[in-house]
């Protein structure tokens, strides 16, 4: 038997947000991340672009946000079920923030090619 309570809709999205906010308390690079997902969501849709493009853009700027939760998470549960240092614990937050990492790189890889594809 799994340890879950019944599904509801309306609580299981607060519990969403409540992560969410959770996230934007604690997490200061969440929060730079969703600052300049504000700023160049707002730049993008100034810009010149076809809708394909700009629906690209706008998506790829929730690949990092949604990396960083996930990295945030793995964050917590490795410092709950090993709170002294621990080289498996290090290699996981470090893997973690590899992939927080990588998003960004694939996301600025997207912006510059439409912006050179623009040029």
Same mark, same amino acid.
């Given at each position: =038997?799994?340890? $879950?309570?019944?599904?509801? %809709?309306?609580?299981?999205?607060?519990?969403?947000?409540?992560?969410?906010?959770?996230?934007l308390?604690?997490?200061?690079?969440?929060?730079?991340e /969703?600052? %300049?997902?504000?700023? &160049?969501?707002?730049?993008?849709? =100034?810009? *010149? &672009?076809?809708?394909? $493009?700009?629906? !690209?853009?706008q998506f790829?700027?929730? &690949?990092?946000?949604?990396?960083?939760?996930?990295?945030?998470? !793995?964050?917590?549960? /490795?410092? %709950?079920?090993? *709170?002294?240092i621990?080289?498996?614990?290090?290699?996981?937050?470090? =893997?973690?923030?590899?992939? /927080? =990492?990588?998003?960004?790189?694939?996301?600025?890889?997207?912006?510059?090619? /439409?912006?050179?594809?623009?040029?």
């Amino acid at each position: =038997m799994r340890n $879950q309570p019944k599904y509801h %809709l309306f609580k299981n999205a607060r519990y969403a947000l409540s992560g969410l906010i959770a996230a934007l308390k604690q997490e200061m690079s969440f929060r730079i991340e /969703v600052f %300049l997902f504000i700023i &160049l969501s707002i730049a993008f849709w =100034m810009l *010149p &672009l076809p809708l394909s $493009q700009r629906a !690209i853009l706008q998506f790829s700027l929730f &690949l990092p946000l949604i990396v960083e939760l996930l990295n945030s998470a !793995i964050e917590r549960v /490795v410092d %709950l079920a090993m *709170p002294d240092i621990h080289p498996l614990a290090k290699e996981a937050k470090d =893997m973690g923030a590899a992939a /927080v =990492m990588l998003s960004l790189f694939a996301t600025l890889c997207l912006w510059l090619y /439409v912006a050179l594809k623009q040029i």
